[in-house]
């Protein structure tokens, strides 16, 4: 018997209303809904085939249904999750999970960069991989990994683009950090998106990633509370960002990067809507001042 799972299951009826309450709290603002933009083509840098989904898989298919061409760079080759199946086959699995939601999201373009899941790098070879798509695709807006994320490869994807762009003559891409695992915090959010009539095709595409052992309730958990960024009572679910120019990126970027905060040892995984309390506030005020530090001169 799974003692772990059996006291969460047990707690559920009196853990959630206690856990809407506290973060409703906690996100509770008045911030102004963002727009698309109008861009007509956008990348999207996954760490792992389901980020682009958790991450903003609403915001996906709003760009799509707008008319925007949408591709999609996954980085690893899949092969390192929690799973019963070996290295190959979970990685095979989980492409063909992502033809699925290809179609559910209306992604234009799909591109497997095949690093090594769990030993990302930003070296040479990687960095021409995406010099490359960002020469051929010439995208108006970026999405990756924030700043701060506890899994390595998120912010090792993080640090190939700002190498990337650095080397990309023509750059002068919006980025956006989407949260996957570690939630940014309220005050650092500045970019809130509107996925109400998105959010049915983001649970759909979120029910595609079977391969896996692992929660993916506590994501969604949070995209309907975090409506209460907002004052537009309208919506049942929102996907927030940072938004800043790629030069913004890149220098606040390298100044985090040269501090080394080993993210995996200070923060947790937000998969869980048990465990989001703790997940949303284990070392918080560590987090909110390691994002305040990237607007510091070094």
């Known amino acids: 018997m799974n003692v772990k799972k059996l006291l969460m299951d047990l707690s559920k009826p009196l853990n959630l209303p206690i856990t809407r309450a506290i973060l409703k709290k906690h996100y509770r603002s008045s ?11 956008v990348l999207v840098l996954a760490p792992h085939m389901d980020d682009e989904t958790i991450g903003l898989g609403g915001t996906i298919k709003k760009h799509a249904k707008a008319g925007a061409e ?21 990685s095979e699995a989980r492409k063909q999970e992502i033809d699925r939601v290809q179609e559910i999201l209306g992604i234009s373009h799909v591109y497997y960069l095949d690093l090594p899941d769990g030993s990302v790098r930003s070296d040479a070879a990687s960095q021409m991989k995406l010099l490359d798509l960002l020469e051929s695709v010439n995208p108006e807006m970026i999405y990756c990994p924030p700043f701060v994320d506890c899994h390595p490869d ?9 190498d990337a762009l650095k080397q990309w003559q023509a750059g002068n891409s919006l980025i ?11 005050g650092e959010i500045n970019c809130v998106i509107d996925i109400s009539n998105e959010f049915p095709d ?28 907002t004052n537009q009572h309208h919506i049942n679910a929102a996907e927030v960002f940072v938004e800043l120019p790629a030069k913004d990126f890149v220098e606040q970027f390298d100044r985090l990067a040269a501090k080394q905060y080993s ?3 200070l923060f947790k995984q937000a ?27 070094v």
Do not use: M
Not at 32 to 41: A, F, W, Y
Not at 154 to 162: E, G, I, K, R
Not at 176 to 186: A, D, G, K, Q, S
């Open 271 to 297: 998969n869980r809507t048990v465990t989001l309390l703790w997940a949303v506030f284990q070392n918080y005020a560590r987090k909110r001042e390691i994002y305040k530090e990237r607007h510091k001169e």
């Open 31 to 41: 911030k102004p809904l963002s727009e698309l933009n109008e861009v007509r083509r």
């Open 176 to 186: 956006r950090l989407y949260e996957v695992n570690c939630p940014i915090p309220p």
């Open 154 to 162: 998120h912010t090792a994807t993080t640090q190939l683009l700002s």
């Open 263 to 265: 993210y995996g040892t």
């Open 202 to 229: 983001k649970k759909k595409a979120v029910n595609v990633f079977e391969s896996q052992t692992i929660a993916f309730d506590g994501f969604l958990e949070l995209n309907r509370i975090k409506t209460n960024l």
């Open 70 to 90: 949408v591709h999609c760079v996954f980085v690893t080759d899949g092969s390192g999750s929690v799973s019963a199946l070996d290295q190959k086959a979970l």
